[in-house]
């Protein structure tokens, strides 16, 4: 029985990755600073209503 077994490395792990497009780098930004924002809006939720 020969059976052709991948490699470690080998296969769609080892190929390089595609570059990202514009569009997808400014989802990233987006999301990162709407979710810094929430965190401050509830931030301060939290210390005006819960812990005043």
Aim: no cysteine; glycine share 12%; hydrophobic share 45%.
């Amino acid at each position: 029985m020969d059976h052709e077994q991948e490699q470690p490395g080998e296969g769609s792990l080892a190929e390089k990755p595609e570059p990202w497009e514009s569009w997808e780098t400014a989802l990233v930004w987006w999301s990162i600073g709407i979710g810094l924002a929430g965190l401050i809006v509830l931030g301060w939720l939290v210390d005006r209503f819960i812990l005043s």
